[in-house]
């Protein structure tokens, strides 16, 4: 399954190359996202001062299958970040800190309930080798831990939470490896080789 959390991320890496009446869409999410992932799509497109079908082209050109994917992936993008936008006092820090981490699970809850999980299992458990592939933050220590956990349990694994080496990696597998993918945006910026 290919969920795109981080939408925010996808829309400022695709502004370039949508066109004049989408990136008014986009500067709107960017100026009131709480507003964008609740109203309709005509209150959307009348705040942007755009028609509705160039709200639906801009979902369609951030990766979403509507506008009705776009507001949701908005409203997940903005709980799963709100800790890094929003005050947090002393007083309700803890809380703060504690009622992200519930929204945070709930919503990956949602997302296992829909994923094939027992064939992830079977896939990995039967797998020659497993690699993880997660480059950048997150990704990267996701690729880790799971390596961590998995070589406990006596399994093949090894981690690669860089974006070259998976790349030569992928060349030598066999049908029986199993590769493991993390992102968050699902886009990791290509870096260039350093000249000698």
Same mark, same amino acid.
């Given at each position: 399954?290919?969920?795109? =959390?981080?939408?925010?991320?996808?829309?400022?890496?695709?502004?370039?190359?949508?066109?004049?009446?989408?990136?008014?869409?986009?500067?709107?999410?960017?100026?009131?996202?709480?507003?964008?992932?609740?109203?309709?799509?005509?209150?959307?497109?009348?705040?942007?001062?755009?028609?509705?079908? *160039?709200?639906?082209?801009?979902?369609?050109?951030?990766?979403?299958?509507?506008?009705?994917?776009?507001?949701?992936?908005?409203?997940?993008?903005?709980?799963?970040?709100?800790?890094?936008?929003?005050?947090?006092?002393? !007083?309700?820090?803890?809380?703060?800190?504690?009622?992200?981490?519930?929204?945070?699970?709930? /919503?990956?809850?949602?997302?296992?309930?829909?994923?094939?999980?027992?064939?992830? !299992?079977?896939?990995?458990?039967?797998?020659?080798?497993?690699?993880?592939?997660?480059?950048?933050?997150?990704?990267?220590?996701?690729?880790?831990?799971?390596?961590?956990?998995?070589?406990?349990?006596? %399994?093949? =694994? *090894?981690?690669?939470?860089?974006?070259? /080496?998976?790349?030569?990696?992928?060349?030598?597998?066999?049908?029986?490896?199993?590769? !493991?993918?993390?992102?968050?945006?699902? %886009?990791?910026?290509?870096?260039?080789?350093?000249?000698?």
């Amino acid at each position: 399954m290919t969920q795109d =959390i981080d939408i925010l991320s996808r829309i400022t890496n695709d502004f370039a190359g949508l066109r004049d009446a989408e990136k008014k869409v986009a500067e709107l999410i960017f100026a009131d996202i709480d507003f964008v992932s609740e109203a309709s799509i005509n209150a959307i497109a009348e705040r942007a001062e755009v028609s509705e079908a *160039s709200v639906t082209r801009f979902a369609r050109a951030v990766g979403c299958d509507n506008v009705r994917d776009l507001k949701l992936r908005l409203a997940r993008s903005l709980a799963a970040g709100r800790r890094f936008i929003q005050d947090a006092g002393e !007083v309700n820090g803890l809380h703060a800190v504690y009622d992200i981490a519930c929204q945070t699970l709930s /919503l990956n809850r949602e997302l296992m309930e829909k994923a094939d999980v027992s064939t992830a !299992v079977e896939l990995l458990d039967g797998a020659r080798q497993i690699l993880v592939f997660g480059a950048g933050g997150g990704s990267t220590m996701l690729a880790q831990e799971l390596q961590f956990r998995l070589v406990r349990l006596g %399994y093949a =694994i *090894s981690a690669y939470p860089q974006s070259l /080496l998976p790349r030569m990696v992928a060349s030598t597998l066999d049908h029986d490896d199993v590769i !493991v993918a993390l992102s968050v945006s699902g %886009y990791t910026p290509k870096r260039s080789m350093p000249r000698s």
